[in-house]
């Protein structure tokens, strides 16, 4: 269906508002981008500007809850301290791309550790799979960054230009110094938060507090600057302007997620069984008197004008919907008002819908194969990924033949190989590695500039070795395989590398 189609209003006569048609009309072309005429037949639909209405009710309280702790973390998380000891980095989450590590409190990750990486990104993956198949799109609606930030800069803009009301008057108003003066205000503030978003990324790839420092003296890497410069005008673009046309056209999100639930995840829903028809408040009780139908919808259109993505979630679930909660939080205000049970909108499934309307009860479930699978998947990869974690090494070590000459006969008969080995110590003290040879009888081995019983290796750092390894003569293999061991002789702690000794 062409999107123009997609987003005008539903032409049925118990879909459109017979009571107030009017003042139907009026919010739907001011509010939602749902009544946009298209008349020459073209696929292209003009943005309608979406100025929602604040909410008041559960849903927005958690979302403040969620915006204050996501934003809170996103923007102090680089100042917490974690101490590792002496010459180590003492931030708690840090990602060091010149030393090439990457530390989460007393984890510290190396680029060999980039599967510990993969997994997390499937950990949140699946995660975010089970989360949709129980109830839909709730990272959209309440944490993705898009909504977050959105939220926060639609904060600023209600408390400079004031609420939906205020905003349409200040919108069709004409350009004087006081609207001058309101957008000046407004768009500096959002491009202060979008500059501080972006400072605060850069924060994690370096000690925040000496790379503030270092931005404030214009000391810092152009990188950083770069980077906080692209951050800031992507930010105050798509959080201030692209809004919800950031989650309607540009994320794939809301395509993939029609694979990942079914009839039976939550979403939020109209009953319609119970809202229709549609009719005006004073009207409904001399209508249902008189035994004609009369609807719980008043047709307030409160639901439409505190959408976000100026949708209405009366014309039914619709991909644009980011289901955020806040239309159940402004009907239930209308239904308290007029003394009528809230949930007219509320998180339902298709099936229990389907189900009411057929004059059944509810019917779906949250255990089903689909929520199974997933959440068997995430305590798979989760319960993995901790073991993984939990008795990975502390040391490692790789070890390279010499490509030329492969092998050396000496005088006395005895062929001699060289390699050079590289010893990983990922602990923050130095240690020193006992080596040792096995799979060639007889074989002896030699360090270059040093001895195989103490390797030394600072801390948290590689360090490589020229070994040169010596095997008798009458070696009757042209290969054989060959097996470095280094041992940590403090700890017991070992590591194996693996090659082959070439006789000829
Ligand atoms: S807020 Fe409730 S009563 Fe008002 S238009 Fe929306 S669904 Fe109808």
Same mark, same amino acid.
């Given at each position: 269906?062409?999107?123009?189609?997609?987003?005008?209003?539903?032409?049925?006569?118990?879909?459109a508002?017979?009571?107030?048609?009017?003042r139907?009309?009026?919010?739907?072309?001011?509010?939602?981008?749902?009544?946009?005429?298209?008349?020459?037949?073209?696929?292209?639909?003009?943005r309608?500007?979406?100025?929602?209405?604040?909410?008041?009710?559960t849903?927005?309280?958690?979302?403040?809850?969620?915006? &204050?702790?996501?934003?809170?973390?996103?923007?102090?998380?680089?100042?917490?301290?974690?101490?590792?000891? #002496?010459?180590?980095?003492?931030?708690? $989450?840090?990602?060091?791309?010149?030393?090439?590590?990457?530390?989460?409190?007393?984890?510290?990750?190396?680029?060999?550790? $980039?599967?510990?990486?993969?997994?997390?990104?499937?950990?949140?993956?699946?995660?975010?799979?089970?989360?949709?198949? $129980?109830?839909?799109?709730?990272?959209?609606?309440?944490?993705?960054?898009?909504?977050?930030?959105?939220?926060?800069?639609?904060?600023?803009?209600?408390?400079? #230009?004031?609420?939906?009301?205020?905003?349409?008057?200040?919108?069709?108003?004409?350009?004087?110094?006081?609207?001058?003066?309101?957008?000046?205000?407004?768009?500096?503030?959002?491009?202060?938060?979008?500059?501080?978003t972006?400072?605060?990324?850069v924060?994690?790839?370096?000690?925040?507090?000496?790379l503030?420092?270092?931005?404030?003296?214009? !000391?810092?890497?152009?990188?950083?600057?770069?980077?906080?410069?692209?951050l800031?005008?992507?930010?105050y673009?798509?959080?201030?302007?692209?809004?919800? !046309?950031?989650?309607?056209y540009?994320?794939?999100?809301?395509?993939?997620?029609?694979?990942?639930?079914? #009839?039976?995840?939550?979403?939020?829903?109209?009953?319609?069984?119970?809202?229709?028809?549609?009719?005006?408040?004073?009207?409904?009780?001399?209508?249902?008197?008189?035994?004609?139908?009369?609807?719980?919808c008043?047709?307030?259109f409160?639901?439409?004008?505190?959408?976000?993505?100026?949708?209405?979630?009366?014309?039914?679930?619709?991909?644009?919907?980011?289901?955020?909660?806040?239309?159940?939080?402004?009907?239930?205000?209308?239904?308290?008002?007029?003394?009528?049970?809230?949930?007219?909108?509320?998180?339902?499934?298709?099936?229990?819908?389907?189900?009411?309307?057929?004059?059944?009860g509810?019917?779906?479930?949250?255990?089903?194969?689909?929520?199974?699978?997933?959440?068997?998947?995430?305590?798979?990869?989760?319960?993995?990924?901790?073991?993984?974690?939990?008795?990975?090494?502390?040391?490692?070590?790789?070890?390279?033949?010499?490509?030329?000459?492969?092998?050396?006969?000496?005088?006395?008969?005895?062929?001699?190989?060289?390699?050079?080995?590289?010893?990983?110590?990922?602990?923050?003290?130095?240690?020193?590695?006992?080596?040792?040879?096995e799979? &060639?009888?007889?074989?002896? &081995?030699?360090?270059?500039?040093?001895?195989?019983?103490?390797?030394p290796?600072?801390?948290?750092?590689?360090?490589?070795?020229?070994?040169?390894?010596?095997?008798?003569p009458?070696?009757?293999?042209?290969?054989?395989?060959?097996?470095?061991?280094i041992?940590?002789?403090?700890?017991? #702690?070992?590591?194996?590398?693996?090659?082959?000794?070439?006789?000829?």
């Open positions: 269906m062409p999107l123009a189609q997609r987003h005008m209003p539903p032409q049925d006569s118990a879909a508002p017979p009571a107030a048609p009017r139907a009309k009026k919010f739907a072309a001011a509010a939602t981008r749902s009544a946009i005429p298209v008349e020459d037949g073209s696929l292209y639909v003009a309608t500007k979406v100025q929602p209405q604040l909410a008041h009710g849903f927005r309280r958690i979302k403040w809850v969620l915006l &204050v702790v996501a934003l809170g973390v996103y923007y102090l998380v680089p100042f917490l301290r974690w101490h590792r000891g #002496e010459g180590e980095p003492s931030q708690a $989450v840090l990602l060091d791309l010149d030393k090439g590590r990457f530390y989460f409190f007393s984890i510290e990750l190396w680029p060999q550790d $980039v599967t510990y990486v993969m997994g997390l990104l499937i950990l949140a993956a699946l995660i975010l799979f089970l989360m949709t198949a $129980v109830a839909g799109r709730v990272w959209c609606g309440y944490l993705c960054p898009q909504t977050v930030w959105t939220d926060l800069f639609l904060v600023v803009e209600r408390m400079i #230009e004031g609420d939906r009301r205020e905003r349409l008057k200040l919108d069709a108003a004409p350009w004087s110094m006081e609207k001058i003066a309101l957008r000046t205000m407004k768009h500096a503030i959002w491009l202060l938060i979008a500059w501080w972006g400072g605060a990324w924060l994690y790839f370096a000690d925040a507090p000496t503030v420092v270092r931005l404030a003296t214009f !000391q810092a890497p152009p990188v950083a600057y770069a980077a906080i410069l692209t800031t005008a992507t930010t673009l798509l959080a201030g302007h692209m809004r919800e !046309q950031v989650c309607t540009m994320c794939p999100w809301p395509r993939i997620q029609a694979a990942l639930t079914d #009839e039976h995840a939550y979403a939020i829903l109209y009953r319609e069984e119970r809202g229709e028809p549609r009719i005006s408040a004073k009207k409904t009780d001399g209508l249902r008197a008189a035994g004609q139908p009369a609807g719980d008043v047709d307030c409160a639901c439409v004008t505190v959408c976000p993505a100026g949708i209405d979630i009366r014309d039914g679930l619709q991909m644009d919907s980011i289901q955020c909660g806040l239309c159940i939080d402004a009907c239930d205000t209308t239904m308290g008002k007029l003394g009528r049970p809230t949930g007219l909108i509320s998180y339902d499934t298709e099936a229990n819908r389907r189900s009411r309307a057929a004059g059944h509810p019917v779906s479930r949250i255990v089903r194969p689909r929520t199974i699978l997933y959440a068997a998947l995430v305590a798979g990869v989760g319960g993995f990924m901790l073991y993984s974690l939990l008795t990975r090494t502390f040391t490692g070590v790789s070890v390279l033949h010499d490509r030329n000459p492969q092998f050396v006969t000496l005088s006395d008969g005895s062929v001699r190989n060289g390699y050079t080995l590289r010893i990983a110590n990922k602990r923050p003290a130095a240690r020193a590695f006992a080596l040792d040879v799979g &060639v009888g007889g074989a002896r &081995v030699e360090v270059v500039g040093g001895t195989p019983d103490a390797l290796v600072p801390a948290d750092s590689t360090e490589e070795f020229r070994i040169l390894v010596f095997a008798p009458g070696l009757e293999a042209p290969a054989i395989p060959l097996t470095f061991r041992v940590d002789a403090a700890s017991g #702690e070992d590591a194996t590398a693996h090659d082959h000794f070439k006789a000829r």
